[in-house]
């Protein structure tokens, strides 16, 4: 079974400063999708950004950017210009390609202080 | 936009109650999806259904059941409740599981059993 790990329960960044969120997982298969969605106190579930794993390019949203190692089984969600809204705990996803499931890891808390 | 829409947002019930919970995905949409978040736990997958057909099934109880209808909405019933079912349900929508499209979540649904 896939399973994503999120080694860092919390982190912190000082307002206007860069940060980067790790993410390990392991699977066996080559297609695949990579995601991480945003959970702020409202616990509402936002998708941040998404990885297609045939793609060597890094995916970018605005601020958002990830670096993907695919043969690492890595993927980390760099923050930059760390505003007081992007306080939130952060889940990294997996999805098998054809699948319907989403498996998470266990989140890390961001806290953006002012 | 339109985003996801869950009702109710809040439900409070007692234990060996039954309960609905009511979604209604972003229009155009035809895929759906239902998770279970824990107090401070991950998001879990429990099923998903497009075209009005169960497409794959999680870790979701037997007392649990779910429907999709004609205008692509979608309902999760659950039976004879218990304590642990406390939790916020989610609910996710997608435009084609076929192309393991993205998945965009509804606000949630928190559901008390006393």
């Known amino acids: 079974a896939q399973t994503v790990t999120q080694s860092q329960p919390e982190m912190s960044v000082q307002e206007a400063e860069t940060v980067t969120l790790s993410c390990t997982y392991d699977?066996?298969?080559?297609?695949?999708?990579l995601f991480w969605y945003k959970q702020p106190p409202s616990r509402q579930m936002i998708l941040v950004i998404r990885?297609?794993?045939?793609?060597?390019q890094n995916a970018t949203e605005n601020r958002f950017s990830v670096n993907f190692q695919k043969a690492a089984k890595s993927f980390s969600l760099k923050i930059s210009d760390s505003q007081l809204g992007d306080a939130a705990m952060y889940f990294c996803a997996y999805m098998q390609g054809g699948s319907e499931k989403l498996v998470f890891g266990k989140g890390m808390k961001l806290t953006v202080n002012p | 936009a339109a985003g996801v829409i869950q009702s109710p947002r809040h439900l409070i019930k007692e234990k060996r109650e039954t309960a609905t919970l009511k979604c209604y995905p972003i229009p155009r949409h035809d895929t759906v999806y239902w998770y279970q978040q824990g107090p401070g736990q991950d998001p879990q997958f429990l099923i998903s259904f497009y075209e009005k057909m169960q497409s794959d099934k999680g870790s979701i109880p037997d007392r649990f059941s779910a429907q999709q209808f004609s205008d692509y909405h979608s309902e999760l019933n659950m039976s004879s409740l218990e304590l642990g079912d406390s939790a916020l349900y989610f609910c996710?929508?997608?435009?084609?599981?076929?192309?393991?499209?993205?998945?965009?979540f509804g606000p949630g649904t928190r559901l008390t059993v006393l």
């Open positions: 996710a929508s997608s435009l084609d599981s076929t192309s393991t499209d993205t998945q965009y």
């Open positions: 990885q297609e794993a045939y793609k060597q």
């Open positions: 699977t066996s298969e080559s297609d695949y999708y």
